[in-house]
């Protein structure tokens, strides 16, 4: 049976039995609250926990390494989103420990992507429209700094209320250890 066959008869069944009014919540974060964090699979179930999460609790990003890359990406629409439409009013930016993103190789990554049949041509053709490859593959030394750089890019965000606290956490992935890196009350956005 594929994986997405086994998940389609797993949900039929979920749905049928009604297991998903457990999780009915609203659309707006209970306690004002958006977190970025990493992607890493050992965070799933563990970081909500750590933090004393339940569903509809917080708006949670994932990307790897919990980065804010550009002011002006993804990542950060989302944050303001959560804060202008979804009313959250702290924004925790949690890195963790042993994260695969330290240290991350753009020449390891597109190694593997040429193995992977991505061609030098491909590779050239997104050099030459601009695309720096070894800025955009890049991770970050430590994962203190990740998170640092992070939070400052949120805090000093041109569209970022100065009413709104921005935190940086790391996690421990084995245990849930929670480590405050910076504390945002009271450092307001100079916008």
């Not at 707006?28 to 339940?54: G, H, Q, S, W, Y």
């Not at 597109?110 to 991770?139: F, H, M, P, Y």
């Amino acid at each position: 049976m594929s994986l997405v066959s086994e998940i389609i008869q797993h949900n039929q069944t979920f749905v049928a039995r009604g297991d998903y009014e457990v999780f009915r919540t609203s659309m707006f974060p209970d306690k004002r609250l958006v977190i970025l964090t990493c992607m890493d699979t050992r965070l799933t179930e563990l970081l909500p926990r750590a933090m004393n999460l339940r569903n509809g609790d917080a708006k949670i990003i994932k990307n790897a390494g919990a980065i804010v890359s550009h002011p002006f990406g993804s990542v950060m629409r989302s944050i303001l989103v959560a804060v202008y439409e979804l009313e959250a009013t702290e924004v925790m930016v949690v890195g963790h420990h042993c994260c695969g993103m330290a240290g991350l190789s753009c020449a390891r990554v597109l190694e593997k992507a040429r193995r992977r049949n991505v061609s030098e041509q491909t590779l050239q053709t997104l050099r030459n429209a601009g695309i720096n490859l070894d800025s955009w593959l890049r991770g970050f030394d430590q994962v203190e700094t990740g998170v640092r750089e992070s939070v400052e890019m949120i805090r000093n965000h041109p569209l970022l209320p100065n009413d709104v606290s921005v935190h940086g956490m790391l996690i421990h992935p084995d245990t849930g250890k929670l480590d405050v890196l910076t504390e945002g009350y009271g450092t307001a956005n100079p916008a």
